[in-house]
């Protein structure tokens, strides 16, 4: 029911480092899916919730509180200008559902559309946008007029994405599916198509943003903005939290009490979002991300050019993937022996999702390890 157990009980972990309860130390590129971008136990991170919890940490959002306020305030400098409003939930896949329900309430539509290998979330709205039918298997039926189209399919778009449309929901780099980037063609027509419907264009940065593929969200390397912005998983900084940022145009269009949610924008997560920000802009984070993400990227590919299994290495910042010609599975295993975590994706795909905080001896190290599991798998 839930994820599968590696077989590693964890003890104590630090940076981009874990340790297991018998004192063994592994470089994390897994992250919990992400999450910990920042590093584990971010310092900075970790002293405002202490903060936070010697004041106030549990309040409705009907009551005003400083933390929040402040918050807003530095989230202010790294979104652009048409996104007033912000809204702040507890998962990836809350936040999906929050952003679907928005666009039919907004548009009056119902239509949704979303792509071939997509990962939006197990929710209902969320599983209703999402791809592999492995997740979608025995809870049919899900959402109605959601439609999917094909993945980097730009003739499509004119077709599919038409005046019944109340949205199109994408990921720029799609995560789960298999690291699969979309071009730039396609997502310039995506909003170019948005545009001429007045279909609402919904980002999820879930997992991209916040500086991961080497800009603060990846949207700015397509020259386009979306309508609705998703992020999550590092936005927190390991604290569970996800927001919504939406333009007045689209909020106007809701009146008082269209969602609620008993967590969602808690001081605790205020908190944690602002003191991530700071991190982000006062680390450089994403020319960190890129600069290192490239170095392993190019490590990669020369380490691994003359493996028959190895079809490609692709990715953007730290978020990258080797696409291989047999399932990963074996591989994942190899390198968690060697003191090295990583994760699968679509089928074929072993995607690394290293913290910003890596060092160059973590880069070798893990080129080598990955170096060492591929010849052995190729044997």
């Known amino acids: 029911m839930f994820y599968e157990d590696r077989g590693l009980e964890i003890a104590y972990a630090e940076g981009q480092y874990l340790w297991d309860v018998n004192g063994k130390r592994y470089l994390d590129m897994h992250t919990g899916h ?52 912000v809204y702040l939930l507890n998962s990836g896949s809350e936040i999906v559902d929050f952003s679907l329900k928005v666009a039919r309430k907004a548009t009056g539509r119902k239509k949704i559309v979303y792509f071939t290998n997509s990962f939006h979330g197990r929710t209902f709205g969320a599983l209703s946008v999402t791809s592999n039918a492995k997740y979608r298997r025995g809870v049919e039926p899900l959402l109605a007029d959601a439609v999917q189209a094909k993945f980097n399919d730009v003739e499509g778009l004119e077709k599919i994405v038409d005046n019944e449309t109340a949205a ?61 912005l998703l992020a999550g998983k590092a936005i927190g900084g390991g604290f569970p939290v996800s927001v919504a940022f939406l333009p007045s145009d689209i909020t ?29 802009i006062q680390d450089s984070v994403p020319l960190k991300a890129a600069e290192k993400g490239s170095q392993l990227i190019d490590m990669l590919r020369k380490k691994l050019s003359g493996y028959r299994i ?32 990583a994760l699968k994706a679509g089928v074929t795909v072993l995607r690394l999702l290293p913290p910003y905080v890596i060092n160059g001896d973590d880069i070798v190290y893990a080129v080598n390890s990955i170096g060492k599991c591929i010849e052995e798998a190729s044997s």
């Open 34 to 85: 992400g999450v910990a971008f920042l590093g584990h136990r971010n310092p900075h991170i970790v002293n405002a919730l202490i903060e936070q919890l010697n004041k106030v940490y549990t309040l409705s959002t009907s009551f005003r509180i400083k933390i929040r306020d402040e918050m807003l305030d530095v989230l202010s400098k790294i979104v652009p200008e048409k996104f007033e409003y």
């Open 168 to 228: 199109v929901i994408v990921e720029l780099i799609q995560g789960e599916g298999g690291v699969n980037i979309a071009s730039k063609e396609f997502a310039k027509e995506v909003r170019r198509r948005t545009l001429e419907t007045g279909s609402i264009l919904i980002v999820d940065e879930i997992q991209t943003g916040f500086g991961r593929t080497g800009s603060t969200w990846t949207f700015e390397q397509y020259n386009i903005v979306p309508d609705i």
């Open 252 to 280: 106007s269009k809701l009146e008082s009490g269209t969602h609620g949610s008993t967590y969602g924008g808690n001081p605790l997560a205020c908190a944690a979002v602002k003191a991530a920000t700071e991190v982000l």
């Open 310 to 341: 190895v079809r490609e290495v692709r990715g953007s910042g730290l978020m990258i993937g080797i696409d291989l010609r047999i399932e990963p599975t074996k591989i994942i295993k190899c390198l968690q022996n060697s003191g090295l975590l």
